[in-house]
């Protein structure tokens, strides 16, 4: 059985639907990558907060 051969317009559309597919799919990695650098930091509870005075830190 042969594929039917399909209009330019029809590979026009199939190429916007996968642009548009591609394009979502980097604006959630994105997103996600945002989210995760400058919102979600699960360790700052557990980091020390910075002292307020200005003496030498002993170690």
Known sequence: MR???LR???YLMLLCIYSLFLYSLFLSFAFIFYFYTFCYNPLAKYTPKP????EKQRF
């Open 51 to 54: 002292r307020e005075n200005n």
């Open 3 to 5: 594929a039917k051969k």
């Open 8 to 10: 330019p317009k029809a």
